[in-house]
């Protein structure tokens, strides 16, 4: 329950940090919501996700993904580090200690 509320805490926030919709941003949240799909893809392959599991590390990758986007896109490099922790967190959370051991061994540079 708790995790739910953090999620959607974070998908309002990453919505709030969403300029008006042009032409070029919805190209690029597009872009960078088909990389989070690819990547929990694989997560899924390679930690055997279950269905839950799943989409609760879609809506993790796609928050995150967004947020270092935007970071990277107004030069806030300082934060990038505190923002790819609180995503291992995220993750954390979400995963059992040995799916957790290997996200950190195939996708630990996220």
């Known amino acids: ?18 300029t008006a919709p042009t032409s070029t941003t919805s190209s690029v949240k597009s872009s960078t ?8 893809n694989e997560m899924k392959a390679v930690l055997n996700l279950d269905n839950t599991q799943e989409e609760k590390i879609l809506v993790i990758n796609v928050v ?3 947020i270092l986007k935007k970071l990277r896109d107004n ?3 300082q934060e ?3 923002t790819k922790e609180k995503y291992k967190n995220e993750v954390k959370q979400v995963l059992d200690s040995s799916q957790f051991s290997k996200f950190l061994e195939n996708f630990g540079n996220l």
Do not use: D, S
Request: with cysteine.
């Open 33 to 40: 919501e088909m990389e989070a799909r690819r990547v929990t």
């Open 64 to 66: 995150n993904f967004a």
């Open 75 to 77: 030069n806030q490099t």
């Open 80 to 82: 990038i580090a505190t």
């Open 1 to 18: 329950m708790k995790l739910q509320f953090f999620i959607i805490i974070l998908l309002f926030l990453a919505q709030a940090c969403v």
